[in-house]
C-alpha cells in the first residue's frame, strides 16, 4: 500500500475513534454514575483486602500497599475494558441486519469496530478510572511508578489491555452471526472474564493448575498483567509479549471471523 494511503486510512481509524469518544461523551450521567459505582466498591473491596493481607502478610507476593493498589487499579479497569459485560454494538446490528451495510464499507468491519471501541475506551477512561484511583489514593494511598519509563510500560500494557478485551468481545458479539440468541454466550463471557481476569481476586492467589490456567489465558492480559506492570510484580518485556501474542491471536481470530461473516450472515429480526 502506497505511502500516502497508507496515511489517508489512519486518518480514517483516527476519526472513528474521535466518533467514538464524542459519541460516548453524550452519555455523561451513565458514565459519572459508573465512576461513583466503581468508587464506592472500590472502597469496600479495600477494607476486605486490607483485613485479609493483615491476616496473611505477603499473600501473593504483595503487601498491604500493592493489594490496596491492585484494588483500585481493578476498579479503574472495569469501564475501558468492559469486565463485566457491555457488547459492541455490532451484535445489534447484526440482529438488526445493518451489518449487511457495514460489511459493503470500503474499509475492514473489525478496524471500523475497534477504533470505535477504542475511542470509547479512551473516554471511559478519563470519567470512570481517573475518579476511583484518585479516591483511593486520598483515602488509602496506593503505590505510584517511581519513573517516566515505569509510566510509559504501564501505558502501553494498559492500551494492550483494552486490544485484548476488544479482540475477545469482538469474536463475542460475532457470534451472533452464527446463533439465534447471544445471551447464553455474553453470559458466560462475562462469568469467564470476570474470574480469570483477576477482577475478583489476584490471580497470584489461585492454587496449582487453576493458576496456572488462569495466568496463561487471555482474560489475565486485561487486569492483571496491566496491574502487576504498574506495581512493578512482573518484568515488563515478558508482560507486553503476552498481551500482544493473545492481541494477535484474537485479532486474527477476528479477521478469520469477519471473512467467514461475509459469506453467511444470518439477519434476525430483519
Not at 15 to 37: D, M, P
Request: hydrophobic share 55%; proline share 4%.
Amino acid at each position: 500500500m502506497p505511502a500516502h494511503r497508507r496515511g489517508v486510512v489512519f486518518q480514517l481509524y483516527l476519526r472513528i475513534a474521535g466518533y467514538g469518544f464524542r459519541r460516548h461523551s453524550t452519555y455523561r450521567a451513565a458514565a459519572l454514575a459508573g465512576a461513583f459505582t466503581n468508587t464506592i466498591f472500590g472502597v469496600l473491596r479495600a477494607y476486605v483486602l486490607i483485613a485479609l493481607w493483615e491476616a496473611r502478610p505477603g499473600l501473593g507476593g504483595y503487601d498491604v500497599a500493592d493489594a490496596v493498589t491492585f484494588c483500585f487499579l481493578t476498579q479503574a479497569f472495569i469501564g475501558p475494558m468492559q469486565v463485566f459485560g457491555g457488547t459492541l454494538q455490532l451484535a445489534q446490528r447484526v440482529r438488526s441486519g445493518d451489518v449487511a451495510i457495514d460489511l459493503m464499507r470500503p474499509a475492514s468491519l473489525q478496524l471500523w469496530t475497534m477504533a470505535d471501541d477504542m475511542g470509547r475506551a479512551a473516554y471511559l477512561f478519563l470519567v470512570r478510572s481517573v475518579p476511583p484511583t484518585l479516591v483511593g489514593a486520598a483515602l488509602f494511598g496506593i503505590t505510584v511508578p517511581d519513573s517516566p519509563w515505569h509510566w510509559s510500560a504501564f501505558g502501553v500494557s494498559f492500551v494492550m489491555g483494552v486490544l485484548v478485551s476488544f479482540g475477545w468481545r469482538y469474536l463475542v458479539a460475532l457470534s451472533t452471526c452464527w446463533i439465534n440468541d447471544d445471551r447464553g454466550v455474553n453470559a458466560l463471557s462475562v462469568i469467564l472474564t470476570g474470574f480469570f481476569s483477576g477482577m475478583v481476586l489476584p490471580l497470584n492467589l489461585f492454587p496449582g493448575w487453576l493458576g496456572a490456567f488462569a495466568n496463561a489465558a487471555p482474560w489475565a492480559a486485561m487486569v492483571q498483567v496491566p496491574a502487576d506492570v504498574y506495581l512493578g510484580t512482573r518484568e515488563v518485556w515478558g508482560a507486553l509479549a503476552f498481551q500482544g501474542a493473545w492481541a494477535a491471536v484474537l485479532l486474527g481470530l477476528g479477521a478469520f471471523a469477519t471473512a467467514g461473516a461475509r459469506r453467511k450472515v444470518v439477519i434476525q429480526g430483519g
